[in-house]
């Protein structure tokens, strides 16, 4: 008699591999997904920052005021008319001890027209406004400075 058979003759006891093909099927699956849902979350109103060497990031809770290339303004991510934008920021900054407005406006947008955003956040009593820019890799100053004393 053979050890590990009973007496039906076929062996006894558990397989000791276990199929993971399907396993990784699925993970490969969720991973794709991930891949392609992860960049639409991101996504905002889309806009041309102007780009600044000197820009710098700031990680708190913030109110955005947006204007985009079509002249809308934007509180986060709600459109506002412009003349009710100033009450709907009186709102936003209730909720905050010392309230910091970000101007995010597209470089296409005329500078009037970005004042005249920025004249409505100081009339809501909101002196805090930061210009988001963005960042672009620093230039050697010694290349500027050796343009200059060449002429």
């Known amino acids: 008699m053979i050890a590990g058979r009973g007496s039906t003759g076929r062996l006894s006891g558990s397989l000791a591999e276990i199929n993971v093909t399907p396993l990784v099927d699925v993970i490969l699956v969720l991973l794709i997904i991930f891949m392609v849902t992860a960049p639409m979350m991101q996504r905002g109103?889309?806009?041309?920052?102007?780009?600044?060497?000197?820009?710098?990031?700031?990680?708190?809770?913030?109110?955005?005021?947006?204007?985009?290339?079509?002249?809308?303004?934007?509180?986060?991510?709600?459109?506002?008319?412009?003349?009710?934008?100033?009450?709907?920021?009186?709102?936003?900054?209730?909720?905050?001890?010392?309230?910091f407005v970000y101007l995010r406006a597209d470089r296409a947008v005329p500078y009037g027209d970005v004042m005249a955003v920025m004249d409505r956040i100081k009339q809501a009593g909101i002196d805090r406004v930061g210009l988001v820019t963005d960042p672009t890799p620093r230039r050697p100053v010694s290349s500027r400075r050796s343009s200059k004393s060449g002429r």
Do not use: F, H, Y
């Not at 204007?67 to 934008?85: G, H, I, M, S, Y």
């Open 45 to 99: 109103i889309d806009v041309a920052l102007p780009q600044a060497q000197s820009a710098s990031g700031a990680e708190e809770e913030r109110i955005v005021v947006t204007v985009d290339r079509a002249n809308r303004v934007w509180l986060n991510e709600t459109a506002v008319p412009l003349n009710k934008l100033e009450e709907r920021l009186l709102a936003a900054a209730e909720r905050m001890p010392n309230p």
